[in-house]
């Protein structure tokens, strides 16, 4: 069986270089294209070398639809907005497209929906195997327990990262959310400061916390009456997200178009 053939975009950033050396790291994947924005300075460069690796003979472009040429595949850790264009070319172009960027807004969501009737996406707040199948356990645990066990998520990232709350921890708010069976939009808590008044019976609350190199920590509490149930994921390297996007890769290519999410990759969907 042929290789799959996957092109990475946004091959500069921390995580496009991940991409690129698990991508060499896997059997039965190849890169064939890596993408870059206009003025990147790792334009021209190649896709190998810029990851820590020998040449791979992938020069990194600006000009996304030359590198999705003879391409089953995109992996995409970038923007909303740049995800957003390559989605559209991808869906153009016939190929699957893996998104793993966060930070996209209502409208930013209801577009990509709209891509994903002419492609299979695969989207996820968090590609990590790991981290996917503890947002399964939170949303088991949020409906076997009430509402006497208050919802908190707390998470850390580096003093790099530009949104918050995380898009994992949002991924675990919505598994909480499914759980009870209740609109995440409406029972958010995202910071709280001053005089707030008591909790209110049913709120899923966020704290975010930033600085130094930390990866990504997530908990999610459930503080009931007497007791505390907490379930947690510690990321210590990119890698895993990198290897998470292949499993996502691999499972993507013949399926038919729609939005998918790492649970349906993992056969989650159920738990």
Known sequence: MADLRLV????GGRMGRALIRAIEEADGVTLTGAVERPGSPALGRDAGVLAGLPALGVPVLD?????FEGADGVLDFTS?????LHAALAAEAGLFHVIGSTGFSAEEEAALAALAARTALVKSGNMSLGVNLLAA???????????????????MHHRMKVDAPSGTALLLGKAAAAGRGVDLDERAVRGRDGITGA???GD???????GGTVVGDHD?????????????HRAEDRMIFARGALRAAAWAQGKPPGLYSMADVLGLTDF
């Open 63 to 67: 000009e996304p639809q030359a590198a």
């Open 137 to 155: 356990l939170v949303k088991r645990a949020a409906a076997t327990l009430g509402e006497d066990f208050d919802i908190e998520i707390v998470e």
């Open 204 to 210: 899923i609350g966020f704290a975010a916390l930033r």
């Open 8 to 11: 990475v975009v946004g091959a």
């Open 220 to 232: 999610v509490i459930f503080a009931g009456p007497a007791e505390r149930l907490m379930l947690g």
């Open 80 to 84: 909303p907005e740049s995800s957003l």
């Open 199 to 201: 909790r209110h019976a």
